[in-house]
């Protein structure tokens, strides 16, 4: 291929990670082949229509620290100060429960996190005393292990409280790695913690989507690469990925580079023995549960999102709430509940977990009206995020086969499977392909 002529890159997955590749791939102009099984663009973080209403497949949360994906976003024509609500970092209980609130204040790092300690009610002495010694312990190993471990051995090293474990370690590592503390990579927890709350104050900020997440990043993605003759071929499967002497072919197609941002299973069923797949198979993952609660408009939370307290043993499933018409005056009256790590949740019916979650509503704002939602919609995606195991050996960009890249949120990084390490890993992906480093 002439020094003048373009690559032909074809990248297979508009979720986050493809959608990335696929943009900085065009912009640097090479003729991208953009390749889609659904309708929707956006993989595991997409919008979806049930029943006539816009909903997405999974509630998210951004942080301040997702520079890459705030940075993508910008560049297909997004604007972050419109797409979201931002607020400071914060784990707040209902008033009306026992537990904590804690939230940081608008002040430069680390008084925001001071200030924040120091005004946080339902921690007593001991608790506070110990979350200090957590980001000293922290600070002063400078947030690298020697060697891995689980996130609960950390945090009994860190003499951390039950009550501190309850009401923040363990909710914030299961929303954060979608992986139980027991079984959660310390290192990767640690990571997130650096990049966000032990950095800048605007990093540890929370950034809430107001728009459904396809129209946040993965709907202008496609029209940018259309934009720049590109093709996008959405609603069909691919096939066939195989390997020439000229490159590659993608059902038939040929193309000098692919770019593969499937599923982890997916990708391995493509491939087959055309590259070593071992690390995708020994990944393991996690469901998400989402549950939708309707109710009339003039019903309200008072933070657009709360921590909620879950106790399997008494049908307490939801691990956070969120108040969506505080995001968009249009879902007025509709309530988010997510359960991460729900793969306990497999012998419940939807009717008796969307019943279950009603009444722990009602029970924990004491508004007896939430115990009657007016309708109802569950949303399981079963392979949300990888589990987040200590030392976990993940996939490589690069597959060792001249051409072929990999990009998806379980590729290795110091990250674990959130948007922000898919974004990366398309970023990352993209740029082997234009250095042709394979």
Sequence with gaps: MSKTEKQRVAVIGAGWAGCAAAVEL?????????????????????????????????????LGAYTESLRMMQKVGVNPANAFLRLPLQMCYPPQTKGMSLAAAALP??????????????????????????????????????EDCSVVTLLARLDQTARLYRLL????????????????????????LRDSIGSKRTASDMLIPRMDLSALFPDKALAFVRQRGGKVIEGK???????????WQ??????DAVVVATQADAASALLGRQADMRAFEQLAFEPIHTCYLGYTPDVKLPRAFFALEDDASS??????????????????GILAVVISASSSLSGISRQELETALARQLAAAFNMPVLAAPLWTQTVSEQQAAFICKPALVRPETQSGSPGLVFAGDYIRSNYPGTIESAVQ???RAAACVLARNW
């Design 26 to 62: 065009a912009a640097n102009g090479c003729r991208v082949s953009l390749f889609e099984s659904r309708q929707i663009p956006g993989g595991r973080a997409r919008r979806i229509v049930l029943d006539g209403k816009i909903l997405d497949n999974g509630q998210h949360i951004f």
């Design 250 to 255: 993608v059902d038939g197609t040929d193309f």
């Design 109 to 146: 790092a680390p008084l925001h996190l001071v200030s924040a300690l120091v005004r946080a009610s339902g921690l007593e002495m001991a608790d506070k005393m110990a979350l200090a010694r957590f980001f000293s312990g922290a600070r002063r190993m400078k947030w690298k292990l020697h």
């Design 425 to 427: 890993s398309g970023i």
């Design 169 to 192: 370690w363990r909710p914030l590592c299961i929303a954060a790695l979608n992986t139980l503390p027991e079984q959660a990579s310390a290192q990767v927890f640690l990571s997130i």
């Design 315 to 332: 049908g307490q499933w939801g691990q956070f709430v969120f108040d969506r018409g505080s995001l968009d005056r249009a879902s007025a």
């Design 237 to 247: 499967s691919v096939r066939s990925v195989r390997q020439t002497p000229l490159g």
